[in-house]
């Protein structure tokens, strides 16, 4: 509760100035943070003129009901749907012009529920496996691999499913 009451206390002195909560959700559940000690800082005792507060969640279902049904606390929710097939398809044409339309298809169908930032992660995934062996673009193997290792990761992260045990974890040589 220091660190946090530190923090909007060092936001308001620098002011103008963005406090950022990500997963909200789990702010109070899975750190040291306690509820009274974040509700009393987003009620602000004394008043945190020019500090906006940002939060952030995957799972709104999950936030405190404390959090969010009281007005001033945080004034304006908005909701980023995960992206459509079309969106997805743009994301991939864009990322992997290479690809053949078959590929992509595939790559799209395979990435149902995924959000842009996992999108963006098996570019990125599939880029760095390519750079490993000294290559430019990444190949349709390099895009399938880091698909498989991103499923297995989704998958991983959903609450209350454990990772495959005998899934490598590492670095490479």
Known sequence: ????????GKASIKAPSIVILEDI????????ITRAGLLSQLDGLSPNEG?????????????????CHRPSRFDRVWHFKLPSRELR????????????????NLLVGGTEGWSFAYLNEL???????????????????????AHRSLSAQF???RKGHLADSLAEVGFGT
């Open 51 to 67: 500090v906006l507060v940002l939060a952030s969640t995957n799972h709104p279902e999950d936030i405190d009901s404390a959090l």
């Open 89 to 104: 398809m743009m994301y991939v044409k864009r990322s992997f012009p290479w690809l053949s339309p078959e590929q992509k």
């Open 123 to 145: 570019r990125v995934s599939a880029s760095v496996l390519a750079i490993s062996e000294q290559l430019g673009d990444p190949t349709w193997m390099h895009v399938e691999e």
């Open 25 to 32: 959700d789990s702010l109070t559940s899975e750190t040291q």
């Open 155 to 157: 998958s991983a992260g």
């Open 1 to 8: 509760d220091d660190d946090i009451a530190d923090l909007f």
